[in-house]
């Protein structure tokens, strides 16, 4: 079936760094990739929308230039938390569709900024 | 954009009692309805999924029905375990976006 491959599981980083997250696709093409936000007990947010080769689609009230997401192959998609702040901290989980298995999510980052 | 409602938030039954969880949806061009259970700190993982040209689906203890008249759809599990114990998400989309909208899930506590 769809892997999509999330990394990093867990990540800890001071307030005012950057974080970068990954997700890779392992046996099919995702030509698009979403980006979700879960807060304890809460629904999956969508943050923004990446596609291949183009900019990505933001949520209202997300900003842009503070997560930035870079989809340069059909593979692998990236969010990157700029300037850290506590109130970051969250789970971040990203998910790919697919025509066959619907949408599949990666493991998910589980995020700290102390 | 679509709105999808889910009820209830909070669900606890015995172990072997059946479970029900409700969803609405206002988008009539919705047409995919995908199911996740999500345990505790892992990603959701799809148990069931129903497409607007059925009204319902069964896999083994899991079925999900869909009015598409009313909007709305609905998972049921039956003889539930203590293993069933998640959150459940009922999400739904249209074809032509793939973009999900989800519920805001289902806290099911199947005691033993």
Known sequence: ?114 | GENVEQHPSTLSVQEGDSAVIKCTYSDSASNYFPWYKQELGKRPQLIIDIRSNVGEKKDQRIAVTLNKTAKHFSLHITETQPEDSAVYFCAASSGGSYIPTFGRGTSLIVHP
């Open chain 1, 1 to 114: 079936g769809a892997v999509v491959s999330q990394h990093p599981s867990w990540v800890i980083c001071k307030s005012g760094t950057s974080v970068k997250i990954e997700c890779r696709s392992l046996d099919f093409q995702a030509t698009t990739m979403f980006w979700y936000r879960q807060f304890p007990k809460q629904s999956l947010m969508l943050m923004a929308t990446s596609n291949e080769g183009s900019k990505a689609t933001y949520e209202q009230g997300v900003e842009k230039d503070k997560f930035l997401i870079n989809h340069a192959s059909l593979t692998l998609s990236t969010l990157t938390v700029t300037s850290a702040h506590p109130e970051d901290s969250s789970f971040y989980i990203c998910s790919a569709p697919s025509r066959t298995y619907g949408y599949t999510f990666g493991s998910g980052t589980r995020l700290t900024v102390v």
